[in-house]
Each structure stands twice: as C-alpha cells, then as structure tokens.
C-alpha cells in the first residue's frame, strides 16, 4: 500500500494529485490565465503564479482524495525537463514538504510521465508499444519497453508540432492559446482546401520549421490579394493546416510500426487531446489492425496525475532521490 502526493510546475499548469495504490484518487490543475495577455508563456511570471497556486492546490487535493499529511507514505515531483523557474517552485516545495513530514521523495521525468499517463485507466496497453509524445515543446516516436525502459527512436530537428499549431494560430490572429481553436475551427472546415508541403526527413525524425515557414508565406500571399482572406476562409485554413501536422505525425508513426512490428500505439501530450489527431490515429487503426491508447483528457495536458502514476512505480521499485536533487530544464530519458 503507498498514498503518494505529486507536483506537476514543468511550465504554466500547477498541478497536484493523489495516488493510493495505483489509483488516482486527486487530481487538481490550476491554469494561469495571465498569459493570455501575451500571446505565450512568460516564464518569470509562470513561477511567481506557481508560488501563489501550490499551496491551495495541494490542500485541494488533500481534500479531494480524503487524505491528511500523515496519511501520506512518499512525495513525487517533476524534475524536468520544462521551465527552470516554474520547476524550481515545484522542486523546492516538494522538498520541503517531505522534509517536514520525513517522507521519501521521487524524481520523474516529465515526458516519461506523459507516456505512464496511459496505466492510470483501463485499457492499459502492453509492452513494448510505442508512443507518439506530441506537445509545445516535444514530437517523439518513444519505444516503451518498460515502465521506465523506453527509447526515443525519432524526434522533431526543430520546433514541435504543438508549436506548429501555436504558431499558425498567431499568424491567423487567434488569441492564446491558439492550438485548441484551431482544432475548433478545423471541424467546420475542408481539410483539403489547402495543400502545404510535407518534410521529406529521414528516418523517423520530423521537422516543421519548413511547413511553418510555407504557411506564413502563404498567408501572406493571399492577404495581398485580399485583405479578409483570413477571416473568409478561417474554418478551411485551420482544417487544412491541422491535416497537414496530423498527416506528418501519422506517417512517421506508421513507419515506425511496420520497422518495430508492433501493433500497440499509444499517443500522449497535450496535442493528443486533438480531435483530428485522434480520429485520424483511429482510422488509421482500423486499417493497421492497431489497438490504440489515448488518456482521458485530463491527463494528455500537463496534470500531476502522470507524475502520481510514474512516482507510483517508481515507489514500487524504491527509487528514491535525496535532498540535493535539483531542477533539470532539459532531461534525458
């Protein structure tokens, strides 16, 4: 039996969960609206709201799952890899907490995390599968070959393909975050009223500075021609914009299936909770004869219920770390 509190700080979300015995009993998120204002994450101001969150979270989450302090048998936290200032504020309480309490502490790796996200709900997918890990930050094919075996076998050279969206969102003047109303506006649309070009990268790696690049241009060319093309043509834009990342990310991971021979995919991250991304990998599926695995929404975004599950097995196999841990902005696997 094991009750273990986690902290999620990598970036603008401050997150705590519960996990008792395997079971995700918490699992409160705070968003920090504040960056709203301008148009992406400042980091300076994501630890300062980190600082006025951690506290009321981590009571909330208490009172959530029904647990006091002493109840608690390990503290788990993200290490990295994210924004030095926001980890530092979830690093440090952490600390200090299981300090006060005298309880053990667990360091995850935030991505790791995104992909053990799928052992907190049935059905649980077997090893080895692999994952696509898709986010503002990172696009990766991961190999998983055990809970903490896992080998990231392509990656993007360049920007992510949440940057991508978040990108193309700017261009098109739609407030931040602009990745989730693209998908939005994307329903309504013709995914095939655009066509922009896809990367020939080697291997399973991925680029998407080059699409980003073609589509400003593009954008700009057609506003020259008329000035409301945007807002003319916004629902088609987005539709084929999101088909054309969806597209580039389906490709590589069905390469990486037939190369690996293996039938259970697995998607994780925040541009998972992506609808076209989903009814895609999902038709691609039925053809593959793939079993597929998505997270409940909840836990595709940054939330501390993936660290909760990750510092679960990690309790399980007594890997604990001492007081002298520190952030890590970048982290290996």
Known sequence: MSVILAIESSCDETSVAICNNGKITANVIANQTIHENYGGVIPELASRVHQQNIVPVIQQALNDARVGKNELDAVAFTRGPGLLGSLLVGVSFAKSFAMALDLPLIAVNHMQAHILAHFIDEPKPKFPFLCLTVSGGHTQVVLVKDYFDMEIVGETLDDAAGEAFDKTAKILKLPYPGGPLIDKYAKEGDPLAFKFPEPQIKDLNFSFSGLKTSILYFIRAQEKKNPDFISEHLNDICASVQHSIVGILLN?????????????????????????????????????????YIPAFQYCTDNAGMIAIAGYHKYQLGDFVGQDVAPLSRMEF
């Open 252 to 292: 590589k991971l069905k390469m990486a299936a037939a190369r690996y021979g293996i039938k259970d995919i697995a998607i994780a991250g925040g541009v998972s909770a992506n609808s076209g991304l989903r009814l895609a990998l999902q038709k691609m599926a039925e053809q593959q004869h793939w079993n597929v």
